[in-house]
């Protein structure tokens, strides 16, 4: 490993965690929201 520049299965494996991480709160948000959004007038439908 060269100091400053992380290894490339650590890039990997971090940019998957973020996708996956991002992917998950999503999801989560969309399980929350889903009684409410029924008021909202743009996704009432």
């Known amino acids: 490993m060269?100091?400053?520049f992380?290894?490339?299965h650590l890039?990997?494996?971090?940019?998957?965690g973020?996708?996956?991480m991002r992917?998950?709160?999503c999801?989560?948000?969309d399980y929350a929201?889903?009684?409410f959004d029924r008021y909202?007038?743009?996704t009432k439908d």
């Open 11 to 16: 890039l990997l494996i971090f940019s998957l």
């Open 40 to 42: 909202v007038l743009r």
């Open 2 to 4: 060269e100091y400053g």
């Open 6 to 8: 992380p290894e490339w």
């Open 33 to 35: 929201d889903r009684d």
């Open 27 to 29: 999801a989560v948000n």
């Open 18 to 20: 973020t996708f996956l």
């Open 23 to 25: 992917s998950a709160g």
